[in-house]
């Protein structure tokens, strides 16, 4: 059974960058998507954009215009979400998932938390 | 932007009871861009029903999802303990895909 495994969390300032991998496990990306999912504390689920690794098409949101960059590499089967100018708005538990078919998530990384502070 | 509203926030039921759980489309969805999820404290979401009404594997049949146009259901049929979560209904026919709040399902 497929895995994702995300990277460790983090503790960022005010204004710097971070980026969070997702790298699949026991199995490959193949030809789906890979979306990514963020969750402020105590917060819901709000889709910021994906990916898909083969084709190298990465899309996100209006709103993370400027915040966002997607990428994959297909090569290693592992996805990265870089997020730059943090603030402390940025502070959330960020997934990502794998995306099937008709784009529905249906196998989640466990989580990155990341903290912005100063 | 699709804006997908869910009631009640919060539902109070005990074990053995039924659960409704209403998901509303600001615009007509496609069946088959519809889906719910459920998360635990801690825990990651975990994909419950995907295309309205389609079980995802491992799903158990007490489960179920129905609806069309703009207004989706997710049915719990007897609350098992593990069942007290919060569930999320999703579209992803348009972009940007886009959740509903959230439903609590809490202990009464």
């Known amino acids: 059974q497929m895995q994702l495994v995300q990277s460790g969390a983090e503790v960022k300032r005010p204004g710097s960058s971070v980026k969070v991998s997702c790298k699949a496990s026991?199995?490959?990306?193949?030809?789906?998507?890979v979306s990514w999912v963020r969750q402020a504390p105590g917060q819901g689920l709000e889709w910021m954009g994906g990916i898909i690794p083969n084709s190298d098409s990465g899309t996100h949101g209006r709103r993370f215009q400027g915040k966002v960059t997607i990428t994959a590499d297909a090569s290693t089967s592992t996805a990265y979400l870089e997020l730059t100018s943090l603030k402390s708005e940025d502070t959330a538990m960020y997934y990502c998932?794998?995306?099937?078919?008709?784009?529905?998530?249906?196998?989640w990384g466990q989580g990155t938390m990341v903290i912005v502070s100063s | 932007e699709i804006v997908l509203t869910q009631s009640p926030d919060t539902l109070s039921l005990s074990p053995g009871e039924g659960a409704t759980l209403s998901c509303r489309a600001s615009?007509?969805?496609?069946?088959?861009?519809l889906a719910w999820y459920q998360q635990t404290p801690g825990q990651a979401p975990r994909l419950l029903i995907y295309a309205t009404s389609s079980r995802a594997t491992g799903i158990p049949d007490r489960f179920s999802g129905s609806g069309s146009g703009t207004d989706f259901t997710l049915t719990i049929s007897r609350l098992e303990p593990e069942d007290f979560a919060v569930y999320y209904c999703?579209?992803?026919?348009?972009?940007?895909?886009?959740f509903g709040q959230g439903t609590k399902v809490a202990i009464k």
């Open positions: 026991g199995g490959t990306f193949g030809t789906y998507g």
């Open positions: 998932a794998r995306d099937r078919y008709l784009g529905h998530s249906d196998i």
């Open positions: 999703q579209q992803y026919g348009s972009s940007p895909r886009t």
């Open positions: 615009q007509s969805v496609s069946s088959s861009y």
